[in-house]
Structures are given as C-alpha cells and as structure tokens.
C-alpha cells in the first residue's frame, strides 16, 4: 500500500461519514468449517518451478507503491501507460534474464510473466510482447548476426514489438497485404503497405514505446512472391524517439479494457532496410540475388517463423488459470461472507451454502486446477522440444506440441471467460463495482478468447493434428503422438464402455472417470470422421467439406482433446499430492472427480446417445452437486493456499481480513468526489424552468 | 453527427496518412444474395404499438450533436454524467407524459424508455429509475396526497431515487436494515441507518441528482416491527441542492460499464419526516397511533410495495433485445464485409460465409425475435392488468404476470449477454476496440443479470408460482394461468412424444416444434416434482428441501417456462407477418424454426433421456446448421430493417454503407494524441541509463 494511499484510508477511517463497525468474523468461521489443509504444500506443487520466482514477485510487489489497483482503476489512459513500464523496470533488473539464462532456464523468463500477471494481464502483456514475442522470433528464426539485437532487448536497450496482424488480416497472416520487396543493387528491402487495410494493427507498444518491431510482409524477389517472411526493423529513432522517416506510428486508442497497452498501427512507405533485416534462418537471398528456402512448404515454414507465439499461448493458458484464481478468491471469500436469507425463522446463512452458489464457482475451482495442471505438463514438454525448435522444427514432437497447446489455448480461455462471468455474477450487483475487480479481470480475460489465435480458427489445429494421426493408421502406421494413444481407429472398440456405474461411488472412480472422458474423446473423433465422410459425398473441395464439419464436430473435437489431456495431468497430480498429504489429497481429488463428472454432465447428450443411460445420467448430476457440496466447506481454504497478496488481488470485497463491507466502503469514500455537489448543478435548475415555462 | 464531429472526420480525411481506399462493395454484395423482405412491414410488425414513439426518437437522436458515442466513450466520469442529464432533458419535453396521459396509455412511457435505450443502456436506466421505479411505486402504493409528488416528478421538477437495496441486503429486501420509528407525538417517522451494511446502495440518481427518494425501511410502531415499508422523502434542498441534515448522500464510484448513472449510496441519522411520507395504500397509522394493513401476509404486502419493478423488469426484457439488436447489426455487416481466407486457390470469402460463423450468430437472431416477440406480449398482457395493480393487487392474473414476467427478464438477460458475447467474439480483436461499440454492449448487458431482482433468485419466483398451479390440481382445481394450460399432471400424459421426425422436413413443422419446447416443459416440471419428493424425504424444512432442488430443476423448469411463453409468442407474430407478406413471412418463419431447433439441441441430454433417439438429435444438429445456412444470406436484410441509425448504434465496424475499414480509421485518427510521443518519454530513456549502469 503506498504512503499516500495508507494516509487516505487512515483518514477516510477518522474522517467517515458511516457508523462505526464491528469485526466481521464470518469469512474465518467458513475457514474453520473444512478440511486442514496443507496450505504450503499445496502451493509448492500447484506453482511448482516457478513457485519462487512468484513469491519473489508477489513480496516485491506488495511492498511497492507503484502496484495499486485502486489508483489504476482511476487512471486515465496515458498516465497508465506511464504506470505499467514504471512497474516493469521497477521489477525487471533484479531477474538477470538474458539469451543465455533462457537457453539453460527456458521457463525462467514464463515465470516472470506469470508474475506480473499476478498483478494485471495488460501489465504482462505489455512486456510478453516484447520478451516473448519480439525476442523468441529473433531467437527462433534469426542468425547469428542478430544476436546482438537479442542482447540488446534483455537489457531493455531496444523496446520491440510484433507487427503480425493488419487491419485487414488477423487470422489468415498468409494474406497480409505489407510488401518487402527485395532491391538487389542496394542489398535492400523495400517495405511498404499498399492499402488501408495493410496497417498493421493492434500492435502492442507501437503506440508509444517500440524503438524495433519484427514486421510479417510478404516477401517479393525479382518480382516473385515468396510468401510471409519476417523483418526485424527500426521504427522509432532510438536517441529522439521520433518516429523514422518511411513509417507512420499511431495509437490504436481505447480499448474495452487493458488500455495499460499502447497498441498501435503501423504504415510504411518505401521504408528501406537493409539486407540483414530479414531474419534468415529458413529462407535467405544469396549473394547473386537468388531466394533460397530450406521449406518446400511455404504454409510449413510460416508456421514456424510464427514459433513466437508458442509461449504467447502458453502464457494464454497460465494466464486464464490466473484470472480464474483470482476471481474465484474474490468470489468464494465473498461468499462465505455475504448472508442472504435462511431457513424458516433462522439467521440469514452464507451464500456459499446454496447450492445454486456452490454449482455457480465450485466447478470452476476444478477446472482451475484443471489448467494448471494442464499447463505444468505444457511447461515440462516445452523443456523438452526446446532443443527441437531449434534443430528439427518440423518434427512430429513439435506439432503435438503445437496440437494439445492449442486446444489447451482454446480451452482454457474458455474456460476463464465462463469462470470470470460466473463470478461476477455470483457477487450481484456488487460485482459491478469497479473495487471489486471482477470486472476487469472479466473483461481482461476476455481478449485472450481471440489473440494469439482466435479461438474459432485455432481448435482447427488441433483437429488437424488428430486427423493426421488418424490418416497415418488408415496407412497401417500406428498414432505416435503420445496425448493421441488412447485414440481407437476403430468404432467397434470404443462405441460402449467397459466399465460401468449404478451409484455415484462406482462413479467417483478414477479409472471409471478416466474412460468416460476417453469414451467422449473417441465418440467426438468417429462422429467427426462420419461428418467429413458425409460432407465429402456432396462436396469436392476438401477446405469446404473441413468448414462444414466444423460446429458440434471439429470444434468439439479438438476441446475434448485439450480436456482430456488436462484430466490425465489433473489425476497426476492428485497422485502426486496424496502420497505426500492424505488429507490435501482427499480434498484435491474431489476437484479431479468433479472436474470430470462436470465435463461428462455438460455434455451428458454425447454420453446418452448410447453409452449411459438416463438413470445414470440423474446419477452424474446428483454427483455434481454432492461434489460441490463436500468441496465447498474446504473451498476458501484452497484459495487462501493460493491466492495473491490483497493488494496485488486489489478487491475491496476479496481481502484475506473478510472485512469486504468495511473495504468496500473505504474504497468508495476514497473516491474522487465522493460527497460533491455535481460540477453541473446549473443544468438541474434549467431543467426545472424549462418545465416550469411549459406548464 | 455534431458539427465538430463532421469537421473532425473531415480534416482526418484530408490529413490522414492512411493510404486512400476505394469504396467497399461487400456489404451492398451480400444484401444482393438475400430474399427481398419488406423492412418497412417487418419493422412496424416488430416495434408495434412502440414503433412511432421509436422512429420519433431515432430521428431526434440523429439529428442532436448530443448523442456521440465516440465522444461518450473518451469522457471523465462526472462530464459523462452531465451529457446523460443533457440528453434527457432535450428529449423529455416533446413527449407530454403524465400521469393522466399514464392511465390511458400504460406503454407510452415505456416506449419513450425503450427509445433512450435505442442510445445507451445508462441513458435509459438513469431515467428509468427516476420515471419508473420512483414514480410508478408512488402510482401503485402512494394515496391521494402523494398525487402533487406524482405531478412534480412527471414535470421533472423533481427527480426522485429508488432507496431499496441496501449494502448488506439485496435480494433479501424483506432484511433491509434502515429503520423508519414512528413517533405518535410527532406524528412523523425517524429514519435511521444503524450500521454500515444499512447504508441504501447502488441508489441511481443518489450520488448526484436526485432531491427526493422513496426509502423502503422497517416500520416500528409502539416498539413493535411491522415489516418493509416505502417512504417517500427529500434528500437534497431543492433550492441549494444540499444534502438535507439528517441524510448523507455519496457517490458509488467507478463500474464496470454504465458509468453515466450516478449511483450513490444514502445513510440517514435521525431523519424526520412527515406522516404524509409513508405510502399509505395498503399500511396506514390510525389517529390515535395504531398500525393497519390490509394484508394479512407481510410477504404478500412487500411483493405488492415492490410492484415498481414490474415495467423495470419489462425494460430489461426490451432492453435485452435492443443490445442483441445492436450487437447483431454490428457482427452480422462485419462478418458480411470481413473477408479472410477461402477455398484452394480462391479469393478471400465474406466469413459470413462459414459455418462456424453461422452458427456463432444466427441463433442469437433467432432468439431476439422470441424476446421482442415474447415482450409484446408481456407489453399487451400489461395492459390487460394494469386496472388490477391498483384494485386487486393479489389477483392470480396478475400473480401469473409477475412470473413470466421474472422467467423472460431472466431468459431475455442471459440470452442477451451470450449474444452480444458471441458477437464480440465474432468480430474478433476489432471487437475489443472502443470503437466498435460491442464492448460497451457487452459490459452493459451484464447489469441486466443482477438488477431488477437476482437472476437465480429471480427464476424462482416463476418456479414457486408454477409449483402453485400443480399444487391447485392436487386439490382438484384445474391450472387457471393461461401460460401454464399444457402443463399435465400426470406424467403418463407426456412422457412420449405424440408425433415423431424421421428428417428434417419433419421436424422443421410448427406444431412438432411446439410439441418439443412443451415436451420439455412438462419433462422439467416432472423432474422437479420427483426431485422435491426426494429431498423432502432427507429433509423437513420447506424451505431447505426448495433450495436443494434448484439446480437442474427449478432453476431450469423456470427458465423453460420463459421460453415456451416465447417461443408461442413468436409463432403468432410468424402467422400475422406470413399472411400479410409471404417472402418475409417465409424467412422469419425459418428464424422460428431455428429458435425452437436450437432449443432443442442445447438440452439435447432431456430429450435423449426417453423422446428422441440418436438419430433423431442427430437430425436435430443437422437442422440447426441447415437453417443456419438458409436464414444467412438475408441476415442482414433482417438485421437492416430493424437497426438504428449509425450514430445511434455508434460503432465504427457496423455501419449500414459497409465501409468499416475507413469508419475505424477515421475513430482512431481522430483519439486524443494519436501521433504525439508519449508524455512519460524521459522514463523509456532513465530505463535505458539503468540498464546500462549495470553492464
């Protein structure tokens, strides 16, 4: 808390305008109500690798001014801006990141993005974009001549930025309309944007901040289109900031919320740049002007120029478990608190013990977990393919990678769009206040549904993946993507269960859970094959028949992929935690029982076309809620083992002390304004002569 | 468009840097494809009885340099507040409402609501809380005295608040924590607020505007509690517009959305007020200081306090559909105009050209038809029991309003925050741009969720009264709501489908359709009853057996009764439209189709449990993409005939010329210091000389 801020609320306190208050314990007596947790534990294995750089992170930045939502939520969009690289070189120096930290730690520069996630996802996007996007594109399809550029940008030197996307093309980067056309006499390229839908769009820190940008243009030699290369370029004078002479910078303005991000556009008009500009790793122009490629494939290799966004997406992962934590710690804590009604002539009762609340946020705690987990093994498999992004980027180990990333990216982010709603919701009109940070965290997770791959188009990748697997069978290969083994080619094998239920406890089985989701995955798999074969007989063109198997099939498809790899993490995880804390492990493994049950439940209609029936159907439900029961005593408990700081939380009603009316109510008289007279008044009495000179 | 404005747009176009573009045929291209539909028929049909009081509006709107969402969007919070008031006043007077003009034409100030709404969902509730929440409860439970109040505020002399909810109470009001002692020497009643929670919250109007304000506060009479009554009470000098001694009025503070209403909270300390401020009615004080009610139930009595909800909750169902209006208009001309990738070797297609697309939106088409169709019904049935609110206010007409009323406002709210959702998503990134509008959309229609009565809590208001029917016919009677006749008793009599579908011809038939959305009515009444039955055998408490039998169950059962109401009410307004033009009869019959169909998919899992077989669901799936398919090309058509004009929709994406791509660069150009270096450049060169210092 700063000085100032402590002062204000010191004074609010003295000078409030509200009869005094009492002690509000009824968020320690929910506490008391569940299992004993092992609160430690629990975080160490949850956070894992990165556990202590987000300790480190969350001390430093409860300790810091600089770090205050209150203040934030008021600020106007410049001076935000100002805030969030405050924020990020106040943190930066003390983590020694650098091209070599990366090689050996690779997960080392992640954690300290998740850190700043912890405090706000437009923060560490701001910074991703550079550090991620802008360094691992130089990294992965760079030479050694841009190594220096690579240094530069650890050291804050050079600001980078990512210039992909046009106003004209998002999804389809193979379509964008930028030119680089290759002058052999001067050894130059020639950049230039056609057209108004040609500007780049959207570009994070090219509003304000970027001295650099790599640059997606199409790449024209001898008058030939060789397709989409990348181009690391100068954009800002590095001594005067001004913008370079042959590019035109703007500002993007406001947004629906992240307006810390100065996302710009970008023009060009014949913006010479040397040889050395384009990153040529893959492709190159020999000495005598001839293009040279190691791709046949020019889809293949655009693929992998776009690598950055391999860790773009797994902070889209983590980062949905983030917002999702958070929002979860503001509703459960708030919950617990908040009474409403009761029983015939009792006391009011805490919300969290309704069953319409508990279904409302304990399902999404699992799936909390679920991610998590999900990105633990994302994080693990990352280490390593590493070595093969580097050496064999089109290896098959890579495009698994890619495949359950995707899915995982995808569901994920819906996941935490579900997540953050539901918690708003489940707060009423409370939620609403901009103190209780529901809101923004709502609306920051909501980008996160289209960037780095808008959903829609993204899941076809994972589809994609499953239906090479598949081909290869048809060729008498076997699958060899490892998260694809359970995958049966033929119907016959997976059409029924081999286990069954008649109870919940025959239910709430892992082994039996575990099925029921390989069931649904493989059900999912033969029922798109069916609708591509089905599609195939009226159409010709294998795009058209891919787009018309797209909803209640590819789409699903590729979700349940994602799901099912998280499950079988999840249930790792569980493993993992029971044999070091019985009781943790017991709590914990009802999330993973409810995480499945939920997922079946949800989707119950797959299940009912022939492997359960409706008997069993009322069992799955009747387990979801006994689930949420049994869980929801414990559940502040296991936010409270993993929740940030209150301040870097900044939650009027989520503070850890449960006094959300008293902070509440701070919040609100901290205001700007709070007990004014409006500035407009005059208008008021304008209105009553005016009504009065009509009567 | 202002005049500055127009100036604005002007200069940008000749200052611009943007490369000049063509013209954008797109849009003109797709409405090319579509049946020829009769907007002018269809729009009056849709806004019936509203449709010249809109029109009206829209024009005035148009042609007021006050009403500029760009401008609104890059407002502080306290200069948005004062064009808010601005607006109302410059529309307001033209209207001549009153409450003579109320008693004869019950929607009149309604329609005037629903156009300000057209604008901005914050215009309208701002007004809506003073025109209706404030006015109506002195309408229904104020007495002759109160009639020089009801005048005053019609002539918007004074401008009254709605003092119900409280910081600890919301959707318990019967809890509400404010006390109003009545002191027979006095005659006059002491208002007080005895601890924090107490404190009226979210009070629109209060944090600024208002003078006056009902106040709902526990009566004590004689020591004794007599329940929640309504006062009506100054708040601010008229003159002065200070806060009167004895009251403590504030600002709410920063929201999520809506920040144009000035939410505030109340506190009172010893504040007396007159006898004549109670809303006698139905509770009086006799002479010699004796309490009298004409209602036995005190729950009963404070439903009947409650009843300025009923047009609030009307103007949520409306206003719902006017964001999904908006929200359509904007994704459907995008996705008509936005163009991205094709078939092998093609040119680009409109990406309303994909299924995914497709199906992301046309539902939300279909849905918006069921609310506006469903709420001319909820309009005319008002009518029909307007004289009842105030001479038989226990009635069961109007018992059965209040339900489907609370069953449509939730239906209606969540369907809208999953449209104007999908809408946002649909555009992609450009969708989270201020400028297009779908943002403020979206954030707006999250209020509807938890105001005018919590959704969960909400819904079960319309399970309760259903629950009542079905217990009238364990006593032999027979359901007297007309909404509820094809509920069956006996199970026997609906658990098989009387008609059945082998294809798509089949099924795509209004009367099976209707037999569907009742089968699955009934089928949820049925689940619900066997559902109380089991938990009333754990449990004895009423009260505890209803709130364990909520989720799956009453909670859907109440839902389900909002659509079957809406889907019967879409399928008159289809037979009205057909016999008066066949084309566009035939289209928005489709729309019908695809409402109920995909109804039908989303619970798929109720139907596979013993109606419909797996090839049935999968011919179910089937139409829905079909219809999909068939309603597209004339979507925006549809969309065309019912929009508002530009600047009242306000969105740069969604403009009826289709030139988004010269629409968002003009907004963007035209933000504040879209070119100009950042404010905070020094700090980008101290992080530059840190880094360095330690090299």
């Keep these: 808390m700063s000085n100032l801020r402590r002062l204000d609320l010191l004074k609010t306190h003295l000078l409030s305008k509200f009869p005094t208050s009492s002690l509000d314990r009824s ?36 300790k810091n001014p600089l770090f205050n939502h209150y203040e934030e939520a008021e600020m106007p969009r410049e001076k935000l801006r100002e805030r969030v690289v405050q924020q990020i070189a106040s943190l930066y120096f003390s983590f020694n990141l650098s091209y070599e930290v990366d090689k050996k730690w690779p997960l080392g520069k992640c954690h300290f993005c998740f850190g700043l996630a912890e405090h706000d996802l437009g923060l560490t996007t701001r910074f991703c974009v550079h550090i991620i996007l802008y360094i691992d594109t130089l990294q992965n399809i760079g030479t050694k001549k841009h190594l220096e550029l690579i240094n530069r940008a650890y050291q804050l030197l050079d600001y980078g930025s990512f210039g992909m996307t046009e106003l004209g093309h998002g999804s389809n980067v193979a379509k964008v309309e930028t030119t680089a056309t290759y002058d052999h006499n001067a050894r130059e390229f020639i950049i230039n944007s056609p057209t108004p839908t040609s500007a780049k769009w959207w570009i994070g820190a090219a509003g304000k901040t970027a001295n650099m940008s790599v640059v997606f243009a199409q790449l ?4 030939v289109g060789r397709g989409v290369h990348a181009f690391v370029v100068p954009v800002r004078d590095y001594a005067t900031h001004e913008t370079l002479p042959g590019v035109i ?13 100065d996302n710009g556009f970008m023009l060009f008009k014949n913006y010479r740049v040397p040889y050395d500009a384009l990153l040529d790793k893959y492709s190159w122009i020999s000495p005598d002007g001839k293009f040279k490629t190691s791709f046949k494939n020019q889809d293949k290799r655009l693929a992998v120029m776009l690598g950055g966004l391999i860790r773009g997406r797994t902070a889209v992962v983590i980062g949905s478990e983030q917002n999702m934590r958070h929002a979860l710690t503001i509703a459960l804590r708030f919950s617990a608190i908040r009474k409403q009604f009761g029983l015939q002539n009792g006391p009011e009762v805490p919300i969290l013990d309704y069953q319409t609340q508990r279904y409302r946020l304990i399902p999404h705690l699992a ?42 990216k995808v569901v994920a982010s819906s996941y935490g769009v579900a997540c953050t709603q539901d918690c708003r919701e ?39 993946f499953i239906f090479k697997q598949i081909q290869r069978t048809f060729k008498g290969y076997k699958i060899n993507a490892p998260t694809l083994s359970i995958l049966k080619t033929d119907y016959e094998e997976c059409k029924a269960l081999k286990q069954s239920f008649e109870n919940s406890q025959q239910l709430e089985n892992e082994k039996m859970l575990m099925e029921l989701i390989e069931f649904k995955f493989n059900h999912l798999l033969h029922k798109a094959l069916l609708k591509v074969q089905e599609n195939a007989q009226v159409s010709t063109d294998m795009l058209e028949v891919w787009n018309n198997s797209q909803v209640f099939h590819i789409q699903d498809l590729g979700k349940v992929y994602g799901e099912y790899v998280m499950a079988r993490e999840f249930l790792k995880f569980v493993h993992d935690i029971e044999a070091k804390c019985e009781v943790t492990g017991r709590v914990i493994r009802k999330l993973f029982y409810l995480y499945v049950v939920d997922t079946v439940d949800r989707s119950i209609g797959l299940f009912l076309e022939n492997a359960l029936n409706s008997q069993q159907a009322k069992i799955v439900k009747d387990s979801v809620i006994r689930l949420c029961n049994e869980i929801a005593p414990s559940s502040v408990s296991i936010v409270d083992a993993l929740a940030a700081p209150d301040n870097v939380l900044g939650s009027a009603i989520g503070n850890s002390d449960g006094q959300m009316y008293t902070h509440m109510i701070e919040s609100v008289e901290n205001g700007p304004n709070v007990y004014e007279k409006p500035e407009w008044l005059p208008l008021i009495h304008q209105i009553r002569e005016a009504s009065k000179s009509k009567q």
């Excluded at 910078?249 to 991000?261: E, M, T």
């Excluded at 791959?453 to 993204?458: A, F, H, I, K, Q």
């Design 27 to 62: 968020l320690d007596e929910y506490r008391g109500r569940g299992e004993k947790i092992n609160s430690s534990l629990l975080s160490q294995l949850y956070f894992e690798d990165g556990y202590d750089t987000l300790m480190k992170m969350r001390k430093a930045m409860t």
């Design 367 to 408: 799936r909390a977990f679920a991610i998590r987990t999900g990105g633990l093994f994302l994080c693990s498999n990352y280490i390593r393919i590493r070595p093969k992004i580097d050496n064999e980027p089109e290896s098959d180990d890579i495009n698994e990678h890619h495949a359950f990333l995707s899915a995982f």
């Design 220 to 223: 024209i030699v001898d008058g």
């Design 249 to 261: 910078l703007g500002d993007c303005g406001k947004k629906l919320s992240n307006d810390g991000i």
């Design 426 to 464: 489940a707060v009423g009109g409370l939620g609403y206040s901009s103190y209780s940070a529901l809101g923004r965290l709502r609306a920051n997770q909501d980008t996160h549904l289209t960037w780095e791959g808008d959903n829609t188009v993204l899941i076809q990748q994972a589809g994609k």
